[in-house]
RNA sequence: GUAGAUAUAGCUCAGCUGGUUAGAGCGUCGGAUUGUGAUUCCGAAGGUCGUGGGUUCGAGCCCCAUUAUUUACCCCA
């Protein structure tokens, strides 16, 4: 039998002990945020069942699930789970009956789903965060992956737009906490984009528009032209709609300008004259200013910003980080109804999610990691010969027992390899206890940064290797 | 699903219009130094050139197929 290569599927990544240091370094920084800002903690299955995925997010989505086969022989003759009829009608009759679990596809349904299971232990309004794996059957590329984290911070049970204005304060403090200074925070509202489609007077559809506008920073006023022209909007509207797109200057005149636009094109207004959507965003604005937000000059109310998920229905959240060229590291916003595909309506979600795996992108692109987490081992041990390696398991054991990470060096080997050893894992110190040493009733202390040795008593050690 | 690119040592890559025994740097191992890493010097190991077929006196190089990887589109973190 030939030996086969050993590979992983496509999409996936191993994480070797440096990177995972660096990986913890992000999960701790976004952790301690969430927390801070009130967010519990909430882990869900890895396979949720196929029913409460599936539907969720839109035909494209329910493509990109990944499936898990059930178990046992459902072509088997007697009780057959699979039947000839099943087989002629096709994949879509098939597929039920040979999968009814699928892993999760991202934390927010799952979350919706358990708050409706344990709706009656909650205390609402309920905010909780998660970091978990998710996984995409999609074609990987630049930033994308099969496997990925995410990690979500969500409220529901308030429609406070209080929580619109503490995502931004989550978002900004993470960013700045991690270094990534050249960030622009954008948000826009859902009926903000429905009063340009219905200033539009109504041609196409909503959906066509959203994902056309969407793309205007990357294909630019020809490229969304055209693709709203195919899908059969008129000359005028297409002007029209570039007219109000070109709003310019702070947030409040942006918002101030639509105000003015949206009231000439005629679009509806709610009840109290006002428009719903910028009436919110300068709230959330407000909200912020009260709190002493200072870092408003990376915030920017994008009027362009629409984001895919049709769950959407009010204030929508993304990151760009400016100085680095990837995909979003952030997106999220409010959806009205988030529980009534489990048959709770009516309740109110506002969260967001950020991709680590593409925030470590960023942060080594632009050098962003702090020096040290590599290694854990403070100390090794090196030793001469075995009757010496036996002599200092009683030292390993009260290094260990002063809480300094130690390790004694395991093979019979050359003081050279073992020093080669250290320095290659990046242990800062090696303590050895030759003859000579031990003639003095001392240790050798080697601190392998600056070369520097020393001749030392047993406390003395202690104290240079705990402080 | 659509389109392009790439595949040569453990890693990153050279390899001329097709011509002897396929190279370099890094890494690994050994030695210079049987009590000292990173620096220096010397040496060694390591390759079915992704796989299968074809053209040719001759293929790492040309042609076809296939697999894998990767980039972009769609969509997204």
Request: hydrophobic content about 40%; overall charge negative; aromatic content about 10%.
């Amino acid at each position: 039998m030939s030996v086969q290569k050993p590979s992983i599927p496509q999409g996936t990544r191993d994480f070797g002990p440096a990177v995972v240091a660096r990986r913890n370094y992000i999960f701790g920084v976004i952790r301690r945020v969430f927390e801070k800002f009130g967010y519990a903690p909430l882990e869900t299955p890895t396979m949720e069942n196929l029913s409460v995925l599936t539907g969720k997010y839109g035909e494209e989505g329910d493509q990109l699930l990944f499936k898990v086969l059930n178990s046992g022989d459902f072509l088997n003759k007697k009780n057959a789970a699979v039947t000839a009829e099943d087989l002629e009608a096709g994949s879509r009759k098939v597929l039920p009956k040979i999968a009814e679990k699928g892993l999760r596809y991202d934390l927010t349904v799952p979350f919706a789903r358990y708050v409706v299971m344990n709706r009656g232990t909650l205390t609402f309004p309920f905010k909780r965060y998660q970091i978990q794996p998710v996984w995409r059957a999609d074609r990987p590329q630049r930033g994308r992956y099969r496997e990925f984290y995410q990690c979500d911070a969500d409220v529901v049970g308030t429609d406070s737009l209080l929580c619109e204005a503490e995502i931004v304060l989550m978002m900004s403090e993470v960013l700045n906490t991690l270094g990534l200074t050249e960030h622009t925070i954008k948000i826009n509202h859902r009926r903000v984009l429905g009063a340009f489609y219905q200033a539009l007077g109504g041609e196409g559809t909503e959906v066509d528009l959203f994902t056309a506008i969407d793309k205007l920073d990357k294909i630019g006023q020809d490229g969304v032209t055209r693709e709203l022209l195919e899908r059969g909007f008129s000359e005028a509207s297409v002007a029209r709609l570039f007219e109000l797109l070109s709003v310019q200057g702070s947030f409040a005149e942006k918002l101030q300008q639509l105000q003015s636009a949206f009231a000439a094109a005629q679009v509806p207004t709610e009840a109290d004259g006002s428009y719903k959507g910028l009436q919110e965003l300068g709230r959330v604005q407000q909200l912020l200013q009260d709190f002493g937000f200072t870092h408003f000059d990376h915030l920017e109310f994008d009027p362009t910003l629409a984001r895919g998920l049709s769950y959407y229905t009010g204030c929508i959240f993304e990151i760009k980080i400016n100085n680095v060229n990837m995909g979003s590291v952030s997106g999220g916003g409010r959806y009205d109804n988030l529980t009534g595909a489990f048959g709770l309506p009516g309740v109110s979600g506002v969260g967001f999610s950020f991709g680590v795996d593409r925030l470590y992108d960023c942060l080594e692109e632009l050098n962003l990691f702090p020096e040290a987490v590599a290694t854990t081992t403070r100390c090794l041990l090196a030793s001469f010969d075995l009757e010496n390696s036996r002599q200092l398991l009683p030292i390993l054991r009260q290094l260990r027992e002063a809480g300094v990470a130690a390790e004694l060096y395991p093979d019979e080997a050359k003081l050279g390899k073992q020093f080669k050893y250290a320095d290659a894992k990046g242990i800062p110190y090696v303590l050895l206890q030759g003859p000579e040493e031990q003639a003095a009733s001392q240790f050798k202390l080697k601190e392998l940064s600056t070369g520097q040795e020393q001749l030392l008593g047993w406390n003395a050690v202690l104290d240079a290797l705990t402080k």
